[in-house]
């Protein structure tokens, strides 16, 4: 049974960096896609960043690029969200995502396994 666990979410001000983990159980991360989504009240779930199964090729969301970093830990099968710079707007339940190679996709559909989210919240 595959789980992806998220935590490090919480309450920054604006400006400020968070980095939040996915640690997953059950598949070797280091052999898959793996993506980041968010969540803000009231909105659909958009793409924020997605990574290919070799960590050879990234996409990010124009919102985010420059401002955010994907990157993973293949000894702790853990994968991580740097977010630096953030805006009220980046506000949002944030949730990982892995799949099958090779990726990196965009499309909610296309992932396999989801985690249960991390807040995360920044104030003006």
């Known amino acids: 049974q595959v789980q992806l666990v998220e935590s490090g979410g919480g309450l920054v001000q604006a400006g400020g960096s968070l980095r939040v983990s996915c640690a997953a159980s059950?598949?070797?991360?280091?052999?898959?896609?793996m993506g980041w989504f968010r969540q803000a009240p009231g909105k659909e779930r958009e793409f924020v960043v997605a990574?290919?199964?070799?960590?050879?090729?990234?996409r990010y969301a124009d919102s985010v690029k420059g401002r955010f970093t994907i990157s993973r830990d293949n000894a702790k099968n853990t994968g991580y969200l740097q977010m630096n710079s953030l805006k009220p707007e980046d506000t949002a339940v944030y949730y990982c995502?892995?799949?099958?190679?090779?990726?990196?996709?965009?499309?909610?559909?296309?992932?396999?396994?989801w985690g249960q989210g991390t807040q995360v919240t920044v104030s003006s």
């Open positions: 990574i290919s199964w070799s960590g050879g090729s990234t």
């Open positions: 995502a892995a799949s099958n190679p090779p990726g990196p996709y965009v499309k909610s559909y296309e992932y396999k396994y």
């Open positions: 059950g598949r070797t991360l280091s052999s898959s896609a």
